[in-house]
Each structure stands twice: as structure tokens, then as C-alpha cells.
T-cell receptor, first 113, second 115 residues
Framework: EPEVTQTPSHQVTQMGQEVILRCVPISNHLYFYWYRQILGQKVEFLVSFYNNEISEKSEIFDDQFSVERPDGSNFTLKIRSTKLEDSAMYFC???????????FGPGTRLTVL | QQQVKQSPQSLIVQKGGISIINCAYENTAFDYFPWYQQFPGKGPALLIA?????SEKKEGRFTISFNKSAKQFSLHIMDSQPGDSATYFC??????????????FGKGTKLSVIP
């Protein structure tokens, strides 16, 4: 069964550094999402992406965050200048056309020191 | 208005018992209500989902009950097994254009099924 994959599984970075989290969606899926989950808390929506542009974004998704689909397959989340409070699990989710289900990847654990 | 409230925070059930997790929402634009199961270190996986045009949906040992007037929905796990021990999240989404439906999650319920 096709799966959403994410790399890296764990990223450790220094505060102020840029990080790029990568996701490979299930092929033929058209809608892409990033969510984050701070340890022990609920999953929170960051941004949705469709037709090569942002559809919606939450108040968490400020100017430090950006998303793109650079090569038509990978879907990336960039954090320009990481803060301690960016430490979390970041999940990519993808959704096929005409369906409600979002399929989540295994996540990237981001640790900002 | 975007909140989804979930209870209880944690639940301990004997093997073979019924696990019940409840959620309530406020936003009447929500029209899709999935439940996700999450094991430690893994991403959430869809368990079962319902739309408000039905009051109940059953898949195997898992049942969603939906009360539109009360804006509540619940997950029932029949014959709970130790392998069901995980964190369960309810979620909701509503049409917001362009086919993109952000999920609003509850805070999660940590279920432990003891032998």
C-alpha cells in the first residue's frame, strides 16, 4: 500500500538555523498539508497546499515558514530561523482528489537547541 | 469556534471491555469527522470517519456515534484488545474552498487496555 514518506526522521539544529523538512506524497494525491505536534499535545494544522500554492495557513505559519513543491514530487517545509519553540513532530499529510481522507507520514522530529 | 473538545484525557479498560471516547465541536460548518489512531513514534492513521448525514457508522469493532443536534460524536471500541492501546484523536473539518480541508484535532485520549 502506498505511503507518505518523510525525511529526515529526526533533525537536530541550533537556534537560528534554517531547516528543510521533506515529504514524498502518495502519487496522484493533489492536496498536501503540514501539521505539527508538540510533545504530549494535540496535532495542529500549519498549512495546506494545492495546485502549487498555499490554500490555507494557520496563525502558527508566520513569515519564518515556507512551503514548496520544488520538483513536482517532493513537498517541503522550510523554517528560516528556528526557535526553541519550533521543537515538535512535523507531519506531512496528503489527500487524493475527490476523497476526504488525509494520509499522514511518520513525521520528522525537530529538536532546536 | 474552531475547537474540538475531547474527553477523557486517558482511559484504562479491561481486555474485552468497551472503550468510549467523546468529542464535541462548535463550528456548524464542520461536515467531516474522522478518528485517528496514533502509536508512539508514528503518524496518526485514519481509523474511521463519519459525515453528519448518518448517526452511526460501524467498521468491525469500531463504531462512531454522531449527534448533530448536540454537536457531539463518540468512538466506541468493542471487545477492546491490548493492541488497541494507543492515543486516539477525534478531528473535524469543513469545506473551505479549493478542496482543501484542514483538520482540527481534539487533544487526544491515551487508551490503555490491560489484560
Amino acid at each position: 500500500e502506498p505511503e507518505v514518506t518523510q525525511t529526515p526522521s529526526h533533525q537536530v539544529t541550533q537556534m537560528g538555523q534554517e531547516v528543510i523538512l521533506r515529504c514524498v506524497p502518495i502519487s496522484n494525491h493533489l492536496y498536501f498539508y503540514w501539521y505539527r505536534q508538540i510533545l504530549g499535545q494535540k496535532v495542529e494544522f500549519l498549512v495546506s497546499f494545492y495546485n502549487n500554492e498555499i490554500s490555507e495557513k494557520s496563525e502558527i505559519f508566520d513569515d519564518q515558514f515556507s512551503v514548496e513543491r520544488p520538483d513536482g514530487s517532493n513537498f517541503t517545509l522550510k523554517i528560516r530561523s528556528t526557535k526553541l519553540e519550533d521543537s515538535a513532530m512535523y507531519f506531512c499529510a496528503t489527500q487524493p482528489p475527490g476523497a476526504d481522507t488525509q494520509y499522514f507520514g511518520p513525521g520528522t522530529r525537530l529538536t532546536v537547541l | 469556534q474552531q475547537q474540538v473538545k475531547q474527553s477523557p484525557q486517558s482511559l484504562i479498560v479491561q481486555k474485552g471491555g468497551i472503550s468510549i471516547i467523546n468529542c464535541a465541536y462548535e463550528n456548524t460548518a464542520f461536515d467531516y469527522f474522522p478518528w485517528y489512531q496514533q502509536f508512539p513514534g508514528k503518524g496518526p492513521a485514519l481509523l474511521i470517519a463519519i459525515r453528519p448525514d448518518v448517526s452511526e457508522k460501524k467498521e468491525g469493532r469500531f463504531t462512531i456515534s454522531f449527534n448533530k443536534s448536540a454537536k457531539q460524536f463518540s468512538l466506541h471500541i468493542m471487545d477492546s484488545q491490548p493492541g488497541d492501546s494507543a492515543t486516539y484523536f477525534c478531528a473535524a473539518s469543513g469545506g473551505s474552498g479549493a478542496g482543501s480541508y484542514q483538520l482540527t484535532f481534539g487533544k487526544g485520549t491515551k487508551l490503555s487496555v490491560i489484560p
